[in-house]
């Protein structure tokens, strides 16, 4: 996920401590998952947010061949 997202190797321990709950991306339909996708947690770091351009509670999306 780390490389996916592009986040810089000094907040790698930050992501795995803040362990954000990944959720499925099923559409609509329900049918299947499309990718993935977690909110930014309100613990983040102000300097995680500025360097990713994220704010507290954004939705984040990732591929769905992130955990394949």
Do not use: R
């Not at 907040?11 to 954000?20: S, T």
């Not at 990944?22 to 930014?40: A, K, L, M, R, W």
Request: aromatic share 14%; charged share 20%.
């Amino acid at each position: 996920m780390n490389d996916e997202l592009g986040i810089p190797h000094e907040f790698e321990w930050e992501m795995a401590l803040l362990a954000p709950e990944i959720h499925e991306n099923t559409g609509s339909s329900d049918q299947g998952c499309y990718g993935y996708f977690f909110y930014v947690p309100e613990e983040a770091s102000k300097e995680l947010l500025a360097a990713m351009n994220w704010s507290k509670n954004q939705c984040i999306y990732l591929s769905v061949n992130t955990y394949d």
